[in-house]
């Protein structure tokens, strides 16, 4: 039994064997679903980004005549009206509670009028107390129109905050998602040693806050048992999670290594393959990167890019291992998808890991074929 792991060696330029590709319009499916995600992507982006700009705008706009000619005085209330709405979700309940205030004031040219306005209480911060907790005939602080002092409302500064904070976040992450249109445009190496680095730094920055957050908590919650259980939800939800960010990230970086654009050129970068045997290479995805497949016709001999997961408590993919065709375990399973589909995956076991591939991805099935009719060498 004659096994190989190259984690650090093995990559030069050589002669390339012949190679039968499956699928054979490998490269035309990828072009096809690249750039189907790409006009997703921009799609998308446009859409946040003319929704933020034209949101913010909106509210802008309306804030805008109280910017400029806002006078603030004092008011008395008349009447009001408090409606609060109850909310439940997992046994936990929550409130929010609108204040409808109608109240009366006089210009500062003595013209007299009244006018009417809502305190969302959960997020608004009015000037006035009375805004939170209103009382009949008590004072508010409102602002009028210079040019129509009968245009008033209660002085919120915070009114439109969250308008703004999410028209931001829109546009924002219409930017994020044009940056990630743009790095798309890389080849295969430098589009995922980016995203590779971006998200191991992305989730050490996370790991960083998480555990100083969860320090400072315990010391603050020493004797409270919410500050335990946010610690035990910290450790339990939150640190795997980011462990997980910090997993996909290096996983990333280090497929770079062997994803070139053509998947033929893995022939050039792998030494141990023999110059004059015949080749068949399954290329396809595998959790967003280049993977492949080798079967050397003559000597059996599997060579697995990419897609072969060690055993162990951490799942680790190892960028390339080798291995006997007769040293293989061949399993399958069928799974049921949540729209009533059956899809059948294929489980290729060693004695160091496993490879899962799905019989629908083009050319696997003609690729299974030939492994499991390979004789021992």
Same mark, same amino acid.
């Given at each position: 039994?004659?096994?190989? !792991?190259?984690?650090?060696?093995g ?8 190679v ?9 499916i ?7 995600f790409?006009n997703l992507?921009l799609?998308?982006?446009s859409?946040?980004?003319?929704g933020?700009? %034209?949101?913010?705008?909106f509210?802008y706009?309306?804030d805008?005549p ?5 006078i603030?005085?004092?008011? %008395? ?9 109850v909310t439940?979700?997992?046994g936990r @309940? ?10 009366h004031?006089?210009?500062d040219l ?7 306005d809502s305190?969302?209480t959960?997020r608004h911060?009015?000037k ?11 004072e =508010? ?10 245009? !008033?409302?209660l002085?919120i &500064?915070n ?23 743009w790095?798309?445009?890389f080849?295969?190496? %430098? ?6 680095m971006?998200l *191991?730094?992305?989730?050490?920055a996370l ?5 100083y957050?969860a ?5 603050e ?9 946010l ?6 939800? *939150?640190?795997?999670?980011?462990l ?9 970086? @280090? ?11 893995? *022939?050039?970068?792998?030494t ?5 045997d @015949? ?12 993977a492949?497949?080798?079967?050397e016709?003559d ?5 697995? %890019?990419?897609c072969?997961?060690?055993k162990?408590?951490l799942?680790?993919v190892?960028?390339?291992? !080798?291995?006997?065709?007769?040293d293989?375990?061949h ?19 060693t004695?160091?890991? @496993? ?5 629908h =991805? &083009?050319?696997? *099935?003609?690729?299974l074929?030939?492994l499991?009719? !390979?004789?021992s &060498?």
């Amino acid at each position: 039994m004659n096994e190989h !792991s190259y984690e650090n060696n093995g990559i030069r330029r050589a002669d390339t064997a012949r190679v039968t590709l499956l699928p054979e319009n490998y490269e035309e499916i990828q072009s096809s679903q690249r750039k189907k995600f790409g006009n997703l992507i921009l799609g998308y982006a446009s859409l946040l980004l003319i929704g933020g700009i %034209v949101s913010y705008s909106f509210w802008y706009l309306k804030d805008m005549p109280y910017r400029d000619e806002g006078i603030t005085t004092t008011a %008395v209330i008349d009447w009001f009206n408090v409606q609060t709405k109850v909310t439940r979700s997992k046994g936990r @309940s929550s409130s929010w509670t609108t204040n409808t205030i109608n109240y009366h004031y006089s210009s500062d040219l003595g013209e007299k009028a009244s006018g009417s306005d809502s305190v969302k209480t959960w997020r608004h911060i009015p000037k006035s107390n009375s805004g939170i907790a209103p009382k009949n005939n008590e004072e =508010i602080l409102i602002e009028y129109l210079k040019s129509d002092p009968k245009t !008033s409302r209660l002085l919120i &500064p915070n009114r439109y905050q969250q308008e703004y904070i999410w028209s931001a976040i829109a546009i924002a992450a219409a930017i994020l998602l044009l940056f990630f249109r743009w790095i798309q445009t890389f080849e295969n190496r %430098v589009r995922y040693q980016v995203f590779g680095m971006g998200l *191991l730094i992305t989730g050490s920055a996370l790991l960083t806050w998480a555990i100083y957050f969860a320090f400072v908590q315990r010391q603050e919650n020493h004797n409270s048992d919410d500050g335990i259980a946010l610690i035990l939800l910290y450790f339990l939800f *939150l640190i795997p999670s980011i462990l997980t960010l910090l997993w996909i990230g290096w996983f990333f970086f @280090s497929s770079t290594r062997l994803s070139p654009n053509d998947p033929r050129q893995l *022939l050039g970068l792998l030494t141990e393959i023999n110059k004059k045997d @015949s080749v068949t290479m399954l290329a396809y995805r595998y959790y967003g990167t280049r993977a492949a497949i080798l079967l050397e016709e003559d000597s059996k001999r599997v060579y697995f %890019v990419n897609c072969h997961v060690k055993k162990g408590f951490l799942p680790w993919v190892i960028p390339l291992y !080798s291995c006997s065709a007769n040293d293989l375990i061949h399993k399958e399973k069928e799974h049921k998808t949540k729209y009533g589909k059956t899809i059948t995956q294929s489980i290729i076991t060693t004695q160091t890991g @496993s490879t899962s591939i799905y019989h629908h =991805i &083009p050319g696997v *099935l003609e690729f299974l074929h030939k492994l499991n009719r !390979s004789p021992s &060498p």
